[in-house]
């Protein structure tokens, strides 16, 4: 769409809503919203998380929920089936759906045809245009229930959808939808490669709406290590999952010396939470970890300024899994918190080794100790690379910028975000 279109409304489908990890989401739900974007949340699963953020309490697009598996509704998704079925492409979306089947003959295959058809069926008068964030689950009931409805669609690729989906899908998905963005270099020039025409897919950072957030410290503790009274507070933010490399941090945790005063705090949920603790403990360490669960970004924010150091052990998963850019990243430096991170995936388009912080090798306990040690002792070295991340990440990762872009991809001529207060 060119800036001349007139604004459509948009059904953006999400795996689940709100969710506290996907921050980037719901921020640019939240700078489209208040660029004049009407949308409709069409969510496939209901919430679990028992916070919010204050960014979901002030979006106000309404939200659908499908069926989360269809067994729990039968009578929504015959109803949906019984409605569409005489459609003229109703036909041809089956069909697709059947090879799709015969090369991922999984029942989630089956569960995206039932919620595409209940999307389909129960879609908002008004929509024009069908928005799919993540590349796997959401874009297969995002693209069948455009097919169903006759409408274009676009999908927003981040990271695990990008790295886990198998490429004829990726390739099938790309060639149908009207545009697609992702939010890394590395993942953008992958889909292009996949892409009928390398334009189909565009690298467009989700950055970070900096007026949700304090101004950076400009100045922090002198804390060394040497003192056992004030240990240097060591902080991660993310779930507890293979990709995130929790048990690498952890060993590189128990490698420090024995004298070295630090305490690390972990916030986030995730399934391997249980087993991290366990670890800690087995590595004789669990007495100087504080595990905080998951909290609303207004905990995070302190949790950010009452740090001296940030840490994310990123890592490529066995199944592939992999992290994009974290969101939690730039949250940290927005804070003029220096930052210790893996050297993988979009991290480095985000972080300059010696420069704006440190990298490490992915999956090197040994090597993500020797950075800790370092950053540990130096306060000096902690305190520019906060400042330089902080600059970094104003100058190269506005969020203004990239909404803009987006905005304009819907059909609006210029996103103009109003400012609100911080969380």
Avoid at 81 to 105: E, I, N, S
Avoid at 228 to 237: G, H, M, N, Y
Avoid at 326 to 355: H, R, T
Wanted: glycine share 8%; with cysteine; proline share 6%.
């Amino acid at each position: 769409m060119d800036d001349h279109t007139a604004p459509i409304s948009v059904a953006v489908v999400l795996k689940g809503y709100p969710r506290l990890s996907e921050t980037f989401i719901a921020q640019e739900i939240l700078g489209l919203e208040q660029a004049g974007l009407k949308q409709h949340i069409i969510s496939l699963r209901h919430p679990t998380d028992k916070k919010r953020h204050s960014m979901h309490e002030a979006i106000q697009a309404p939200v659908l929920y499908l069926p989360e598996y269809l067994y729990q509704e039968p009578l929504r998704v015959l109803r949906a089936w019984w409605k569409l079925r005489g459609h003229t492409g109703y036909r041809a979306v089956f069909r697709q759906w059947l090879r799709d089947l015969w090369r991922d003959r999984t029942p989630n295959r089956v569960r995206r045809f039932g919620q595409a058809l209940v999307l389909a069926s129960e879609l908002p008068a008004g929509i024009g245009h069908l928005h799919a964030h993540f590349l796997h689950t959401p874009a297969s009931v995002t693209r069948y229930a455009a097919m169903l409805r006759g409408l274009p669609w676009s999908v927003s690729a981040h990271a695990k959808d990008i790295w886990t989906s198998p490429e004829w899908e990726k390739r099938e998905k790309l060639a149908d939808c009207a545009w697609a963005v992702t939010c890394t270099e590395f993942g953008a020039r992958h889909l292009q490669d996949l892409a009928p025409t390398p334009d189909r897919v565009e690298l467009l950072y989700h950055g970070l709406d900096l007026d949700r957030f304090p101004a950076p410290l400009l100045h922090r503790g002198e804390r060394d290590g040497s003192d056992p009274a004030k240990p240097v507070r060591i902080l991660s933010v993310g779930r507890a999952v293979a990709k995130k490399g929790y048990e690498d941090l952890l060993a590189a945790l128990a490698l420090l010396p024995a004298d070295l005063a630090w305490e690390f705090v972990h916030i986030g949920g995730g399934a391997l939470a249980s087993a991290l603790k366990q670890q800690a403990i087995d590595l004789g360490i669990g007495d100087r970890v504080t595990w905080q669960g998951s909290q609303a970004q207004q905990a995070v924010i302190d949790a950010y300024r009452d740090a001296d150091l940030f840490v994310l052990a990123s890592k490529i998963a066995a199944d592939g899994d992999r992290d994009g850019l974290p969101n939690v990243l730039m949250e940290a430096q927005s804070q003029g918190l220096a930052c210790l991170a893996s050297d993988v995936a979009g991290i480095p388009e985000l972080i300059s080794n010696g420069e704006t912080g440190v990298l490490a090798p992915p999956g090197n306990a040994q090597a993500l100790s020797d950075g800790l040690k370092r950053l540990i002792g130096s306060p000096q070295d902690r305190q520019r690379f906060g400042s330089a991340g902080a600059n970094r990440l104003g100058q190269r990762f506005s969020f203004d910028g990239g909404i803009a872009r987006l905005a304009a991809k819907f059909g609006l001529p210029k996103a103009a975000p109003q400012p609100q207060a911080a969380e």
